[in-house]
């Protein structure tokens, strides 16, 4: 296969992040057989498993950031992808390149067709695939650590199938609600599920304190050696600019120091704190130095990202009622944005009610559109759960007109922009955002 080939061959398997299914449906034993026939490219490096609802992504890059800083080759798993699929999977700080993911795809396609045929568990899906092509590349390009960030869940993610050296957990809150429960207990359950007796857990803050009570009454269970951040670290911001912030940090270890991080929003500090305490853990005491240089250097796309200046415009993935709050919080405390117009899409079952909560403290003028994706929210089905508290609002159901218009506001009124609510919403940025893509590579 060439890579256009590769991945067409990829979007033809079951995709559970663009098609409805059940929870059930997802089956580690089958993920377990596929591991088996490929000779079980998960064993060949140690695994760090990192779960949770937000900062997750974050987390794994600052991670395999400082890691790199200590001379070690780290793959690096992350999902969804923005702009191609090869953005998932990430060695040496680099995606990997069309010609080793067409290799890959064509070397793994025989063993999907054999268990499509011959397994009791049948054809291996999407994202199970993914996980595997990632394990298959981080064996080939002899990983000394695979740090993995787990998709829906935890429990039966298949990611979950690794038996990691490392377990992190970032804050939890409310997403997927429809699958993993109703409830912050029941989400944290299905988070937790990724935990191993006597395999230590780094406990990223927890605002939910029923979610860090859940958490802990699993790490009893499994005598879990767990290390929760605010009992290592203490920091405090000392500005917050539209360059990111500057912060100053205090640790258990004895490590003082003051810090500039580019990316926007108090997040990130906790974010990049965790990876740290992650690190060190592993045996890994990186010079202050060595932390401020990688810091200088962090792009993380599609995270609260200016990627416009006239108008000022700001694309950010938030997609359930906590990353909104963060967003709002960030755009004022960073930005000094208090009114902002925002072009959003989302995917269906999203805390539509909580979203619109978050934007009416600010003065906001939206457009809901449509995503690019099957499993889109329509925007006159949700458009009722905005319209009480926003009352400049409007559906433009095609999100290239939808572009234009949120365009024509924020020029007319002197507004920012904010483009948010979906990672699938980011094709409409394909030239701003810092993802390399060439004509051939057009997926979405």
Not at 164 to 185: A, F
Not at 214 to 234: A, G, K, S, W
Not at 333 to 345: E, M, R, T
Request: proline share 6%.
């Amino acid at each position: 296969m060439n890579f256009q080939e590769s991945i067409q061959a990829l979007y033809s398997l079951i995709n559970y992040e663009k098609t409805d299914f059940s929870y059930t449906d997802l089956k580690l034993d089958r993920m377990r057989e596929f591991m088996t026939l490929l000779e079980h490219p998960d064993t060949h490096s140690p695994v760090i498993l990192v779960a949770g609802t937000k900062g997750k992504g974050s987390t794994c890059y600052y991670l395999e950031r400082i890691l790199a800083s200590q001379q070690k080759k780290c793959g690096l798993y992350i999902k969804p992808h923005l702009l191609t699929f090869r953005e998932r999977l990430r060695f040496n700080g680099e995606i990997i390149q069309p010609e080793e993911l067409a290799q890959l795809v064509t070397d793994i396609f025989p063993v999907i067709n054999h268990m499509e045929k011959y397994s009791l568990y049948g054809k291996p899906t999407y994202f199970e695939v993914s996980v595997a092509l990632a394990f298959q590349y981080f064996k080939k390009r002899k990983a000394d650590y695979s740090i993995m960030e787990v998709g829906l869940g935890g429990r039966l993610d298949a990611t979950n199938v690794a038996n990691p050296i490392l377990t992190v957990i970032t804050p939890i809150s409310y997403d997927h609600t429809e699958i993993l429960g109703e409830t912050i207990p029941q989400i944290a359950q299905e988070k937790a599920g990724i935990l191993r007796p006597y395999i230590p857990l780094i406990l990223g803050l927890q605002e939910k304190k029923s979610a860090k009570t859940t958490i802990m009454q699993v790490v009893e269970n499994l005598r879990v050696p767990v290390f929760p951040l605010e009992d290592y670290y203490t920091y405090r911001i000392r500005s917050r600019s539209a360059n990111g912030s500057v912060f100053e940090l205090l640790a258990k270890s004895g490590r003082e120091g003051i810090f500039s991080l580019p990316l926007l929003g108090d997040q990130q500090v906790e974010n990049f704190l965790t990876a740290l305490l992650s690190a060190e853990h592993l045996g890994y005491l990186p010079s202050n130095q060595q932390l401020q240089n990688l810091l200088n250097e962090a792009v993380w796309p599609g995270r609260i990202q200016v990627i416009g200046s006239s108008p000022l415009t700001i694309f950010d993935v938030a997609h359930n009622q906590a990353s909104f709050a963060t967003l709002c919080h960030t755009l004022r405390d960073y930005l000094g944005i208090k009114k902002a117009v925002f072009l959003l899409g989302f995917l269906n079952g999203k805390d539509f009610p909580g979203i619109a909560e978050e934007l009416f403290q600010m003065e906001s003028r939206v457009i809901l559109t449509t995503p690019f994706n099957p499993k889109a929210a329509l925007p006159a089905d949700i458009v009722h759960f905005f319209a009480p508290l926003i009352p400049h609002h409007e559906v433009i159901n095609d999100p290239y007109q939808a572009w234009e218009k949120a365009l024509q506001y924020a020029t007319e009124f002197h507004l920012p922009l904010v483009v948010a609510g979906s990672f699938y919403l980011a094709k409409l940025l394909s030239d701003k955002l810092n993802v390399t893509l060439s004509k051939e590579e057009v997926e979405l």
